[in-house]
């Protein structure tokens, strides 16, 4: 019989897969805007530019709780890699002229230094993906269930 915290074929529990990762979108943006109060400049800046990624990683792990770490933090380092490219263009500046939210989302002006923080949030949901799938299947093999 499959417990609460996994399915049928042993895998993690969709569902609290999607409230996880709902409670680290939630910490996370709280952390961007903390973030933003407490600190300026660079801090402020390049510590957003990795928060903006882990968010999309939680994001992508709430649409999709059965995604690999890996395959997670790829796809959100490339979202947000096109992202900063798509600022080469004149597109986001139009956007973010019209609208705060396409400012927020698409940003306005290339910033090389950005690609590498985005690395840095893609990482750390990997990490944290990883960290919490890796104790989920201990707890369940120390039940001796499974």
Known sequence: MAR????????????????????????????????????????????????????????VVLVAPRVTPLTAAAGTLTASWAVEFLQLSEVPAELAQRSTAARFVLGSTFNAPDLFWYVVGAASGWVIHTAMRSFSARREAGTGHG
């Not at 895998?11 to 979108?25: M, Q």
């Not at 939630?26 to 510590?47: M, N």
């Open 4 to 59: 609460i915290s996994e399915t049928h074929d042993g895998s993690a529990d969709p569902i609290r897969t999607r409230l996880a990762a709902a409670g680290a979108a939630i910490l996370t943006v709280g952390a961007g805007l903390g973030l933003r109060s407490a600190a300026a400049g660079s801090v402020a800046k390049y510590g957003g530019d990795a928060l903006y990624t882990l968010l999309l990683f939680t994001l």
